[in-house]
């Protein structure tokens, strides 16, 4: 599914992000991203998303050579793609349906498809009652919890979450984390950056540490993510 070769990116001004990254998750896997503040893992996700794009080194996304992608395609890849940030990034001049809504409209859904898609995402994360709530009355765990409806609306293969917990309690961390993991037993990759490592060891993925830009780990089965592969 996600396949980094020797992977590095340098910014404007010389701050290398990643250093020479090489790791594969498998398809309907999931795991996590660890490390300080700063240690590259919100660059690596960016580069799976197209968001940024590699210095060096080659990403392979479900069999398709991110190198080789266009800016023109990037919508295209993109579509099998779900994005979950830590600060949510809602519509909040519009209610709960509408943000859910977004992408569908983007992609050209119909009305009748959007109603059922939306309706369906709101209720695998327990919002179906919200629909019509404007985002600014909701808690903090639930403005979270529509980001990620959001994000799972168009049926995404692939989850992308970068500390999507940061600004949650324990227990509603513990929440958002077992909604993941439900979402990946139904076959959906997923892949989570996030510093809680209490909270990742609760839940049992693997881990990808990540350390000045360069992966530090070693423990990794072979059958889950894969450092070191070529």
Do not use: C, W
């Not at 898609?117 to 404007?134: P, W």
């Amino acid at each position: 599914m996600i396949h980094f070769d020797n992977v590095s990116k340098r910014y404007p001004g010389g701050f290398e992000a990643l250093n020479q990254v090489s790791f594969r998750l498998p398809r309907g896997k999931m795991g996590y991203l660890t490390g300080h503040s700063g240690a590259g893992k919100s660059t690596l996700l960016k580069l799976i998303a197209l968001i940024e794009r590699p210095s060096r080194g080659q990403i392979i996304l479900d069999g398709i050579n991110l190198n080789h992608i266009s800016n023109r395609q990037v919508p295209y890849v993109r579509r099998n793609i779900g994005i979950i940030f830590q600060n949510h990034h809602l519509l909040y001049d519009r209610p709960v349906f509408d943000n859910v809504a977004m992408p569908l409209v983007i992609q050209g859904y119909r009305h009748r498809e959007i109603q059922s898609r939306v309706r369906a995402a709101l209720d695998q994360v327990g919002l179906l009652k919200k629909e019509k709530s404007d985002p600014i009355t909701l808690s903090g765990g639930e403005q979270q919890r529509v980001g990620i409806a959001r994000a799972i609306v168009h049926k995404p293969s692939l989850l992308l979450a970068d500390e999507p917990t940061g600004n949650l309690d324990p227990e509603l961390s513990l929440e958002i984390m077992e909604l993941f993991a439900r979402f990946n037993q139904v076959g959906t990759s997923v892949l989570i950056a996030s510093h809680d490592l209490d909270l990742i060891q609760h839940m049992g993925a693997q881990t990808l540490s990540l350390k000045d830009g360069r992966i530090v780990n070693d423990e990794i089965s072979p059958n889950e993510i894969i450092t070191g592969a070529a």
